[in-house]
């Protein structure tokens, strides 16, 4: 594999115009939990299948985390996105589908978490495929949101995955606000609702002996949430939630998470939609500006 490292931009979607948000809302705030289970420990290495202690990390899921969490949307009168691997819900069939039938939108993340590897185009495009039977099949539906196990993208993806009836993506980490990516096969390519890494709860909430990080307590992740936040709404862009049940699923980050959304609740002035509300909102303003 030879690379083409001429400088150039290397996403070439155009910038979105400003843009307003529904019932006069200043910014909006996208919660996006990636249900990864067991998925998250053994899609890029599968040894770990055979380390029972190692992927119990992503059996709290299951066990804990995605009830407990459901509960919490349930009693804040929220509506989330569950980007699910298709593993995680021919696993997990009974805890997923209490996912569903509380009201809240299915996402597609992989099939068993591989990250997407462009020189391995053929195992990502499976990814893609078996993703969405396993999908299809536990929960009847095929879903329009994707986002990347691993959170990795490339051109071909892509394009495959707006072939694939893809209608947007929660990946990117570089804007505030959503846009309409440039697919390489001259169609148009899915909606991009760029995340803010400072929202990934891994980040601060997991640590394994395999990779061991740092944890940070309460203060510290509430305080750089509220901040980011504030700061996101005043700019009146769209704040992207990157959780896990088996990290905020926890007792401290579950009531951590809870005071965190409380705080957004109570600010008023803000839009709380599933990427799929945020995505028929976007495309409702792109047809305006195509009218006009
Ligand atoms: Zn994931």
């Not at 996403?11 to 067991?38: C, H, L, Q, Y």
């Not at 504030?230 to 009146?236: I, L, M, Q, V």
């Not at 009531?255 to 976007?282: P, S």
Request: glycine content about 10%.
């Amino acid at each position: 594999m030879t690379y083409d490292l001429t400088p150039r931009p290397l996403n070439k979607a155009p910038r979105t115009p400003a843009m307003t948000w529904p019932n006069g809302a200043r910014s909006a705030v996208f919660i996006g939990f990636d249900v990864d289970a067991e998925t998250a420990w053994i899609g890029n290495s599968p040894s770990n299948i055979d380390r029972m202690v190692t992927t119990s990390h992503g059996g709290y899921d299951a066990r804990v985390g995605i009830a407990r969490i459901v509960g919490l949307m349930d009693e804040l009168g929220l509506k989330a996105t569950f980007f699910t691997p298709g593993w995680t819900a021919l696993a997990h069939p009974e805890a997923c589908e209490t996912i569903l039938r509380a009201g809240h939108e299915i996402g597609h993340h992989g099939y068993l978490h591989k990250m997407p590897d462009r020189d391995r185009l053929d195992e990502t495009f499976e990814e893609i495929d078996r993703g969405f039977d396993a999908l299809q099949r536990v929960f009847g539906k095929r879903p329009v949101g994707y986002r990347a196990p691993s959170g990795e993208n490339f051109p071909e993806l892509i394009a495959y995955l707006a072939r694939s009836g893809i209608r947007y993506s929660s990946s990117f980490r570089d804007d505030i606000l959503p846009y309409r990516h440039a697919a390489s096969d001259g169609m148009p390519g899915p909606v991009e609702i760029p995340i803010n890494f400072a929202f990934d709860d891994w980040n601060f909430g997991m640590s394994s002996r395999a990779s061991p990080r740092p944890l940070f307590g309460r203060e510290a992740v509430l305080s750089l949430w509220i901040d980011e936040f504030e700061a996101t709404h005043a700019w009146g862009g769209v704040t992207t939630l990157v959780l896990h049940p088996q990290v905020s699923g926890r007792p401290m980050r579950w009531h951590l998470l809870r005071d965190f959304l409380r705080h957004v609740q109570e600010k008023g002035d803000v839009w709380i939609a599933t990427g799929e509300e945020i995505t028929n909102h976007f495309e409702a303003l792109e047809r305006h500006r195509g009218a006009s």
